[in-house]
């Protein structure tokens, strides 16, 4: 499941490198984990359909207080603990789709040893100090909060959970000294965090004074870490331990090599830096602030992006995993299948934003899927084989190759701005169109008339060629329907973007089947039960 990194990039052809954050192993997957995955998943693969090489990066966060605590509580060791954990989230990305390269668990060697060449290297270039901590921590965030953050009723102001007071010896990072530096890198690169609402949040968090960062914990307090190269007594905090997982999948560094040819100075040949970290807004300090600190604090280049979406959200409520009554988007899969729920949460909310989760959307969102990309699909293919044999037609002319290209054109534009709903949107509007083709060129009335023959050609194999490159443009989002898809157009496998609308197409022989998207009336959605 985990496995060593992929094998270094391809110089000379283009690449994208995505990673998803590494979830706490000490609770189950739930919506909230399963949405970051699959907007990035979603990511992954239309630059895999755009003929880009991708690594693609997933995994769970194990090592910390929370996890200790966790663990105590469940009577088995932390390793145990984690040993479970880990494979239910790889088998919950299993059930859901998701095309990761790299699953990385942060108790393996590999990254164990990457953190320590970190530290090294951060302790050698005087960037760690010695001092004593004297604050207050929120366990369930794995964060320190100043006096003025927790309020009269000292709770986190993220989570709202009670904080405990620690007063105890920490090395600190010097994080201050890169302030200048970081808010220079934001301002001249301004798509460096989008959208742009999280963008001013952190130069708004930049205005003031930036403090230095406690990097580690006494042993006393919390032993299931990674030790300090420089102090055996110490762990390393786990937000910098979990930060450093995007560095070790890269490939970057080598701890085995002497220090100086560790990788630190030279990165070309490995995956670093990553071309995105998709994250939700709640972690958007660690990764805009902390992490590029400290990449600058070794002497690393930033990654080259960070998308940072918002919540699903039950009235006012971030939704976790007390779901209440409402229905879990996720057990929808086991009535609608794995790419209707991945098509709901891509479709639904506009990436960045928040938005909530109603089954009544999500029904609407259904339908849109069955009955304009399912029903068109199925007409075709049923047209070809009552008037062509099954055969795809010859033609001179495509009626809908505009379309088609105008709608490649604004996906590819919408997801260059992340806008991943947009995409889908503009796919979806193809389908439609094609629909009204269907209904304008009347293909029924054109196979009565055999003066119609080069006619009813055109109409058919230009449905062909619509239904092809939807199978392309869709394949991100329903990856297990479009390969189906595929088969039934007789193509050989889903066609990249650009394959899609030069493929050939005609005398291929098109098979029938049941409805991609089936009509599905599960016990909830039934009038007057809802
Ligand atoms: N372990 C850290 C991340 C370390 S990355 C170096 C962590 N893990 S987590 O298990 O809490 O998962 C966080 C991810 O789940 C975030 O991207 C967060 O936004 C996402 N979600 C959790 N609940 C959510 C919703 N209700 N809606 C959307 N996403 C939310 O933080």
């Known amino acids: 499941m985990s496995g060593a990194s992929p ?3 391809d110089a000379k052809r283009p690449r994208s490198y995505y990673t998803t954050p590494i979830y706490y192993a000490s609770g189950e997957p739930h919506l909230g984990h399963a949405y970051t995955t699959i907007l990035t998943d979603v990511l992954a693969r239309f630059d895999r359909q755009d003929g880009r090489d991708v690594l693609f990066l997933t995994g769970t966060d194990e090592h ?3 996890i200790q605590d966790e663990a105590a509580k469940r009577g088995v060791t932390p390793m145990e603990l984690c040993d479970t954990m880990a494979e239910r989230f790889a088998a919950a990305w299993e059930r859901l789709g998701t095309s990761h390269d790299r699953f990385i668990r942060t108790t393996e060697e590999e990254h164990k040893a990457v953190v320590t060449a970190f530290l090294q290297r951060l302790w050698e270039h005087d960037q760690i100090y010695e001092g004593t901590y004297s604050g207050w921590y929120c366990v369930h965030d794995e964060r320190y909060w100043t006096e003025k953050d927790i309020g009269p009723d000292r709770l986190c102001p993220i989570c709202g959970r009670e904080v405990i007071r620690v007063e105890e010896r920490n090395y600190f990072f010097r994080m201050s000294a890169w302030q200048d530096a970081l808010v220079r890198h934001i301002e001249e690169n301004p798509e460096w965090i989008v959208p742009d609402i999280r963008r001013n949040e952190i130069l708004g968090f930049l205005r003031q004074p930036l403090g230095d960062l406690s990097i580690s914990r006494p042993k006393s307090r919390v032993s299931w870490g990674i ?9 390393a905090y786990v937000w910098v331990d979990a930060l450093i997982n995007y560095l070790t999948a890269s490939g970057a560094i080598d701890p085995t090599a002497e220090p100086s040819a560790q990788g630190f100075d030279d990165v070309s040949g490995s995956w670093w830096p990553a071309d995105m970290h998709v994250i939700g807004k709640d972690i ?12 600058l604090g070794v002497g690393l280049p930033l990654p080259r992006q960070i998308l940072a979406h918002g919540w699903w959200v039950v009235g006012e409520t971030k939704m976790s995993k007390s779901l209440g009554n409402v229905v879990d988007p996720l057990a929808l899969r086991e009535d609608f299948g794995t790419d209707a729920v991945r098509w709901y949460l891509m479709r639904e909310m506009p990436t960045g934003s928040d938005a909530s989760y109603t089954p009544e959307r999500f029904l609407a969102r259904y339908d849109e899927l069955a009955n304009v990309l399912g029903n068109l699909a199925s007409r075709v293919i049923s047209m070809i084989g009552k ?4 055969v795809v037609p010859e033609t001179a002319a495509d009626g809908l190759a505009a379309d088609a290209e105008r709608a490649l054109e604004s996906a590819r534009e919408a997801m260059g701005r992340h806008r991943v709903h947009d995409a889908f949107a503009a796919a979806m509007d193809l389908a439609r169109t094609a629909n009204g083709y269907v209904e304008e060129r009347q293909p029924w009335a054109q196979a009565k008339d055999p003066a119609e023959a080069d006619a009813l050609d055109e109409t058919l194999a230009s449905l062909v060629r619509a239904l092809t490159v939807l199978c392309a443009l869709f394949q991100p989002v329903c990856p297990s329907k479009m390969e189906e898809l595929a088969r039934r157009l007789g193509l050989d496998g889903v066609p990249r973007l650009d394959d899609s609308l030069t493929v050939p197409l005609a005398g291929r022989s098109v098979a029938k089947g049941d409805p991609l998207f089936p009509r599905v009336d599960p016990g909830w959605a039934s009038e007057g039960d809802a």
């Open 7 to 9: 094998t270094s990039p």
């Open 64 to 66: 910390g207080q929370k």
């Open 227 to 235: 030790e300090l190269p420089f102090d055996a007594e110490h762990v």
């Open 284 to 295: 958007l300090t660690t990764h805009a602030v902390y992490w590029p600190t400290l990449l």
């Open 387 to 390: 008037y062509r044999d099954g």
